[in-house]
């Protein structure tokens, strides 16, 4: 099974843009479909961005849909959140994470990044 790590994150202002990685661990990178979540202060952990196995195919929440980007190079065995026109309720800590294809359940999770959106 895969290891992930985060980076990528820090403090930035409105408007303004970020890219986060998730390195992965392995050679087995590609048998996993991937996501990223996030979870703000006092809130739940939510959905973000999945992306397929292949990178053909993309979901994001609404929240961000527009100003985020997923994708990943299978080659580098890393995933990529691309996030644009950032707001303060972006803020939170941002977590990548891995599912087998064909299972609904994320079941390998990084340790999270800082993200930061000031006003």
């Known amino acids: 099974q895969v290891e992930l790590v985060e980076s990528g994150g820090g403090l930035v202002q409105a408007g303004d843009s970020l890219r986060l990685s998730c390195a992965a661990s392995?050679?087995?990178?590609?048998?996993?479909?991937m996501g990223w979540f996030r979870q703000a202060p006092g809130k739940e952990r939510e959905f973000v961005a999945g992306i397929n196995w292949s990178g053909g195919s993309t979901n994001y929440a609404d929240s961000v849909k527009g100003r985020f980007t997923i994708s990943r190079d299978n080659a580098k065995n890393t995933e990529y959140l691309q996030m644009n026109s950032l707001k303060p309720e972006d803020t939170a800590v941002y977590y990548c994470a891995a599912r087998r294809v064909g299972s609904p359940v994320y079941v390998v999770w990084g340790q999270g990044t800082q993200v930061t959106v000031s006003a």
């Open positions: 392995g050679r087995t990178f590609s048998s996993y479909n």
